[in-house]
T-cell receptor, first 110, second 113 residues
């Protein structure tokens, strides 16, 4: 186990709703990255947070936003959910470039 | 986002044989690479990493080879075991801070008894 935890495990929402996903990083790690993994594909980078600031962003629209807290835990918020947002959302924590993933949150948008 | 294939390549090997999983990367500026193992319903698990100033790195039962000339990465698993059955991803980044890892499409490894 990596020590990275995510909640909730599963979530079902309807189109247009908003969702917040949570991640607790591994002890000693100050950086959290979020990824979206569609079924049968590799994870895609959403953004990264370092010391409570966004530190890089992938090709995702502004309705994907995040926060990092002083204890380095993080939230991913998605507004105006679309059907294509259905995926496994992964967070990875790191102290340097080596990233360790949590178990993910499975989001289903109906 | 990056384009990835919908059909996952599959590698089937006999238990006890060696496995070689290949990955082609696209960014010649990538200088750090990680191999991950992902079991069904779980997050990716770190296996081994390598920087571009190396050609080879060994871990416990695993070896990663990097060929920068042809932008190719491979993961070798010695004496493959049933517990090795999973999807394997390579990930690359050109960023010194580990941002924006780009993942390959993945290879499904099936270990036959």
């Amino acid at each position: 186990e990596t020590g990275v935890t995510q909640s909730p495990t599963h979530l079902i929402k309807t189109r247009g709703q908003q969702v917040t996903l949570r991640c607790s990083s591994q002890s000693g790690h100050n950086t959290v990255s979020w990824y979206q993994q569609a079924l049968g594909q590799g994870p895609q980078f959403i953004f990264q947070y370092y010391r409570e600031e966004e530190n890089g962003r992938g090709n995702f629209p502004p309705r994907f936003s995040g926060l990092q807290f002083p204890n380095y835990s993080s939230e991913l918020n998605v507004n105006a959910l679309e059907l294509d947002d259905s995926a496994l959302y992964l967070c990875a924590s790191s102290r340097d470039t080596r990233q360790f993933f949590g178990p993910g949150t499975r989001l289903t948008v109906l | 986002g990056e384009s990835v294939g919908l059909h996952l390549p599959t590698l089937s090997v006999q238990e006890g044989d060696n496995s070689i999983i290949n990955c082609a990367y696209s960014n010649s500026a990538s200088d750090y690479f990680i191999w991950y193992k992902q079991e069904s319903g779980k997050g990716p698990q770190f296996i081994i990493d390598i920087r571009s100033n190396m050609d080879k790195r060994q871990g416990q039962r695993v070896t990663v080879l990097l060929n920068k000339t042809v932008k190719h990465l491979s993961l070798q698993i010695a004496a493959t075991q049933p517990g090795d059955s999973a999807v394997y991803f390579c990930a690359e980044t050109a960023d010194n801070y580990g941002q924006n890892f780009v993942f390959g499409p993945g290879t499904r490894l099936s270990v036959l008894p």
